[in-house]
């Protein structure tokens, strides 16, 4: 019977490598997807004169396909500098793990946006934050690289469904090639929220659907 | 290499009892005809009396006349019928607005929907906390251009039962046609149409250990009801195509297997079951404690999520289902345990266990074990919970 998970991705959820929590860790993210309730959380301990990662743990509150890649992505975060594990990509844990359907792709994509948090969070415990960028049309355009378009699972961006973006006093503005009523609007519009709302200097967040 | 697998996915499918099985195996091979007129060759005479047995030993269980069911290709057909039927036939005529729950399965939520598309009006009831009906709300929701409303006989996730007696009469003291989806309830939980005033009823063989692809619509005499698939004049010219025949007979055969003795044997287990559930730490039952099907048992289990826990039991040879949005194909958390006020939370830790024919006793507690012990492992790992 052929599962929609490779051999690698059962391997992982039966058998999850770097579990549970650092008691005196360096530093810690969790992050969560309204669209599917999914949750991990990160823990790492650092070398501050290297600034390596010695250890790195997760928890996962979710599917297969986010405890899969909650292991595999800290298996590829240990012993690397932070600036190495900032750059692990969604697509290089997803190649690791012999490829994952695309109707989970976010919940794959959590993990690795919770490796990430943690380090961002190491960087602003550890003053290594650099100077603040305002939010334009390009740093939004990079974030809804982030989010899937869960029919396919490929990002909105690379699926064109990204009409207009426009960024003015606060306010991101979104219009999507999307009409209001397909099955998927709603989880998209909460997880464009999710990624375009926490940056510093965005007060709110809009989307518009066309079509 | 499924020998080994305990089934409690019974309310999605059944495996086919073999005495079903043998009383269609002549509707292949020996009177494998289309049911003919009394005017046609004997084949297929033999074929229109095999249909018409059928048909009268599924009827006589409802308390109906054979004239009053008909056949389709199972609950999802005899409930757009219903719906889609009476709307076409009454929408012009007499109003525009139908009344169905907000936890009704998709073959009805959805056939509203369409018809929302169309012009319709439709009113979403709300359930409590245990998935019934309010029934007061139903009566201020019934107005002059209500000309159907449709509430499922029992709920697919929760199992939980509606007071579908009254409900009937509710209608039909306001004077509007009351479909119910008895998909999986009939005939578990005997449904009467002598006793109980329901004007349409979606049935299906898959459920009872009956074949795929075969259910059926009870109309009551005189129901308006519009046909929309278009072709030959078969099932009371409301349904053409050529006859399941031996669907037809394997859902009279499914249907006279059903006794009260293996329901109250299935009864026994789910109490146990959800008494077993119960004793897991942070667990909850969905649906009602009592007014629930026999064979439906489902709980929530904080900080975990169902696709883990489905998979885990796969790997322990058990099926189960869950109302988590992961696992759905739409990635929308169960609408039956949000429209009973759950979160997504609820949705997301939910598992139903449906028992069947061929399940034992034993079955109970090797499935209990076995989610006691994902649960735990699962929690292991989880980042919530642990404060």
């Known amino acids: 019977m052929p599962l929609p998970y490779s051999e690698i991705v059962m391997e992982h959820f039966r058998h999850p490598r770097n579990v549970g929590r650092i008691e005196d860790t360096d530093a810690q993210a969790m992050e969560g997807s309204p669209a599917c309730g999914d949750m991990v959380a990160v823990y790492l301990k650092v070398d501050p004169e290297e600034l390596r990662i010695t250890d790195v743990k997760f928890e996962s509150y979710g599917c297969a396909s986010n405890i899969a890649t909650g292991s595999i992505i800290t298996e590829m975060a240990k012993g690397k500098t932070l600036e190495e594990a900032k750059a692990i990509t969604w697509k290089q844990a997803s190649e690791a793990l012999g490829g994952l359907p695309p109707v989970k792709v976010h919940c794959s994509v959590l993990a690795v946006d919770g490796l990430r948090a943690a380090v961002q969070n190491y960087e602003e415990r550890h003053g290594l934050v650099k100077e603040r960028v305002p939010t334009t049309v390009e740093v939004v355009r990079k974030r809804l690289k982030r989010v899937m378009n869960p029919v396919v699972g490929l990002d909105l961006v690379r699926t064109k469904l990204v009409e207009k973006i426009e960024v003015a006093d606060g306010t991101v503005r979104v219009v999507l090639h999307l009409p209001a009523d397909h099955q998927f609007a709603a989880n998209i519009l909460e997880e464009i929220a999710e990624k375009i709302e926490p940056l510093w200097d965005v007060d709110k967040v809009v989307v518009e659907f066309t079509e | ?50 249909l018409d047995d059928a048909r009268a030993r599924v009827a006589v269980g409802l308390g109906a006349t054979p004239e009053e069911f008909i056949f389709t290709s199972g609950s999802t057909e005899s409930s757009n019928l219903a719906l889609k039927g009476v709307a076409m036939a009454l929408g012009e005529k007499k109003g525009q607005h139908i009344i169905v729950s907000r936890i009704e399965d998709f073959p009805v ?21 245990y998935g019934r009906l309010d029934l007061d709300q139903l009566r201020e929701a019934i107005t002059p251009e209500t000309i159907l409303v449709s509430v499922q006989a029992a709920n697919q996730e929760i199992g939980t039962l509606q007071d579908v007696a009254t409900i009937g009469a509710t209608c039909r003291e306001k004077g509007v046609l009351f479909h119910t989806d008895a998909t999986h309830s009939v005939p578990r939980v005997p449904l009467d149409v002598r006793e109980t005033p329901v004007d349409l009823i979606t049935v299906t063989a898959h459920l009872i250990h009956g074949p795929k692809g075969v259910g059926g619509l009870y109309v009551r005499k005189g129901t308006p009801l519009a046909k929309w698939m278009d072709g030959g004049f078969q ?26 003795e293996e329901t109250a044997r299935m009864q026994g287990m789910r109490d146990r079951l959800i008494e077993r559930l119960l004793q897991i730490p942070h667990s909850r039952l969905n649906g009602h404690p009592t007014l629930r099907l026999p064979h439906n048992a489902n709980a929530s289990f904080r900080f975990v999520e169902g696709e883990s826990i489905l998979l885990h039991m796969d790997m322990r ?3 189960v289902s ?9 990635l929308e958390a169960s609408h039956v345990i949000l429209g009973i006020g759950g979160n997504h939370e609820r949705a997301h830790g939910s598992v139903r ?4 024919r061929f399940n034992q006793d034993r079955d109970v507690d090797a499935v209990a074990d076995a989610i006691s012990d994902v649960i735990e492992k699962l929690r292991a790992i989880s980042p919530l919970g642990k404060e």
């Open chain 2, 322 to 330: 869950t109302g988590s949005a992961c696992f759905s194909r739409s």
């Open chain 2, 109 to 129: 939520l959805h056939s509203a929907r369409a018809l929302e598309k169309q012009g319709f009006q439709v009113t979403y009831l709300d359930v409590d906390e």
């Open chain 2, 1 to 50: 290499m499924f020998e080994d697998v305990i089934y409690l996915d019974n309310a999605a499918a059944t495996r086919l009892d073999e005495r079903v099985l043998e009383a269609m195996k002549p509707y292949f091979f020996d009177v494998y005809t289309v049911a003919t007129s009394q005017f046609g060759y004997s084949l297929g005479i033999d074929a229109r009396d095999a």
């Open chain 2, 235 to 260: 099932e009371s010219n409301l349904r053409a195509g050529t006859e399941n025949i031996p669907g037809a007979v394997g859902f009279a055969k499914a249907v006279e297997l059903v006794t009260p």
């Open chain 2, 353 to 356: 266990f449906t028992f069947g």
């Open chain 2, 317 to 319: 040879g058990f099926a």
